[in-house]
T-cell receptor
Framework: AQKVTQAQTEISVVEKEDVTLDCVYETRDTTYYLFWYKQPPSRELVFLIRRNSFDEQNEISGRYSWNFQKSTSSFNFTITASQVVDSAVYFC????????????FGQGTELSVKP | DGGITQSPKYLFRKEGQNVTLSCEQNLNHDAMYWYRQDPGQGLRLIYYSQIVNDFQKGDIAEGYSVSREKKESFPLTVTSAQKNPTAFYLCASAAGGPGNEQFFGPGTRLTVL
């Protein structure tokens, strides 16, 4: 069975704090893809990153960084020096090869960054 | 300006009525998807289409129907058979091939009165 778990339902931080959003996935496939999406108050999902199962390199994009570890089936997302504009719901998702690109979403983590 | 449009933004329906949600994309994407989002939950796949005139059921297809007569359009009909249709509906599209990111529309909020 394929599954994505985001155990943190809500996180609240004060501006400039660092925050890590956890994502754990389950799949028996050797080829798969992992994604992070941001859903701001407008509710339109914004794509943040994609990783395939053969690329375990960590990635940094500005204040955002991602840590992919196959050994623990995790794909965690860290925001450094958080800002109020980072307040949103963040979703981790998994897709499998030859499954039409279907995304299996976690339940999301609602991040609130207070000034 | 390339993107995905969904209309209407808000939709109200009486019980027993069918209603159709529109989704159009001008990204020249082969694949299109419909998801449903309920409060406090992730998105769940209703239907998807990888090519014109072909579509497959997702995890929660009961009470819904779709068509894919044109590459750029993938309308979703919520039928009276759908027991609990009040939700936020999101349409997405992606380039063909495995692992491509999906791009989402702004969504339609459907409320059954």
């Amino acid at each position: 069975a394929q599954k994505v778990t985001q155990a943190q339902t809500e996180i609240s931080v004060v501006e400039k704090e660092d925050v890590t959003l956890d994502c754990v996935y389950e799949t028996r496939d050797t080829t798969y893809y992992l994604f992070w999406y941001k859903q701001p108050p407008s509710r339109e999902l914004v794509f943040l990153i994609r990783r395939n199962s053969f690329d375990e390199q960590n990635e940094i994009s500005g204040r955002y960084s991602w840590n992919f570890q196959k050994s623990t089936s995790s794909f965690n997302f860290t925001i450094t020096a958080s800002q109020v504009v980072d307040s949103a719901v963040y979703f981790c998702a998994l897709s499998r090869r030859n499954q039409g690109g279907k995304l299996i979403f976690g339940q999301g983590t609602e991040l609130s960054v207070k000034p | 300006d390339g993107g995905i449009t969904q209309s209407p933004k808000y939709l109200f329906r009486k019980e027993g009525q069918n209603v159709t949600l529109s989704c159009e994309q001008n990204l020249n994407h082969d694949a299109m998807y419909w998801y449903r989002q309920d409060p406090g939950q992730g998105l769940r796949l209703i239907y998807y289409s990888q090519i014109v005139n072909d579509f497959q059921k997702g995890d929660i297809a009961e009470g819904y129907s779709v068509s894919r007569e044109k590459k750029e359009s993938f309308p979703l009909t919520v039928t009276s058979a759908q027991k609990n249709p009040t939700a936020f509906y999101l349409c997405a599209s992606a380039a063909g091939g495995p692992g491509n990111e999906q791009f989402f529309g702004p969504g339609t909020r459907l409320t059954v009165l």
